[in-house]
């Protein structure tokens, strides 16, 4: 093994040079020498020759610091906590906070990769696609998340009048009795008007033609023509007349 290659015995004891302890921790020599002039791990000894000589707790020692670096902690950190009384505590806490960052970071390139993918679809739909287009398409991806929320807490509430609407079903057709179907029907007219006036406050439209992005007159959202990412409307900034792409929009502050 290279490890028992590069070891020399002095007196009994295992001495490693500059050299042999850069290889043994893949380092370069410049950095075994760095380390040292910062005085972050001087030589045991030097030889007769005036050559460094590094013994096993060194190398131990060397290790710890490369396995530091390689997690991102800085040198001035490693001094530090190398020279305290009681560095394995010291190092363990360093480590949490370290992997806590790390961790961060990770999750905001994973948000950036994932809004990355997003805009791609939305590009993949496009004829002609411009500067505007691409600014539409990242308001549209920034904003989807909170779309989503908008429309799963509508269905949510929705749910128990769904069902309800099946119990008045189910009772009408074994009794006869058309009291809970009435019932039903007085409680989604209310429901329906919430619905709409809440959903309706929070979206607004973008305009494929001049790029900028509306609210839309209630009546006119309600009876246009639509799919489920599309509005036929009229742009309130230009007039231009036609499918428009829905953003959610956080309600300003007054």
Request: net charge positive; proline share 3%; aromatic share 8%.
């Amino acid at each position: 093994m290279i490890y028992n290659r590069l070891r020399k015995e002095v007196n009994g004891v295992s001495k490693y040079t500059t050299g042999e302890l850069a290889k043994l921790c893949g380092v370069s020599v410049r950095t075994v020498q760095y380390y040292d002039s910062r005085n972050i791990l001087a030589p045991s000894e030097l030889s007769e020759g005036g050559r460094r000589l590094y013994s096993e707790e060194d190398l131990k020692k060397m290790k710890t610091i490369c396995f530091l670096r390689e997690v991102g902690l800085p040198i001035n950190s490693i001094g530090d906590l190398l020279r305290d009384e009681n560095p394995e505590s010291i190092i363990s806490t360093m480590l949490d906070q370290q992997e806590q960052v790390l961790r961060e970071e990770l999750n905001e390139r994973q948000t950036k990769l994932d809004t990355i993918s997003n805009m791609r679809r939305e590009l993949k739909g496009l004829q002609n696609i411009s500067v505007e287009s691409i600014g539409d398409i990242a308001h549209i991806v920034k904003n989807k998340k909170e779309l989503n929320k908008l429309r799963a807490t509508i269905l949510i509430t929705g749910i128990p009048i769904s069902i309800f609407q099946i119990v008045a079903i189910m009772h009408l057709l074994f009794t006869g009795k058309w009291i809970l179907l009435l019932i039903w029907v007085g409680i989604l007219m209310p429901y329906a008007i919430w619905v709409s006036l809440f959903y309706f406050k929070q979206v607004a439209y973008v305009c494929p033609e001049c790029h900028e992005i509306f609210k839309a007159n209630l009546k006119d959202a309600i009876l246009a023509d639509h799919t489920p990412t599309l509005r036929k409307l009229t742009c309130s900034h230009c007039g231009h007349h036609g499918f428009c792409v829905e953003t959610y929009r956080k309600e300003e502050k007054q």
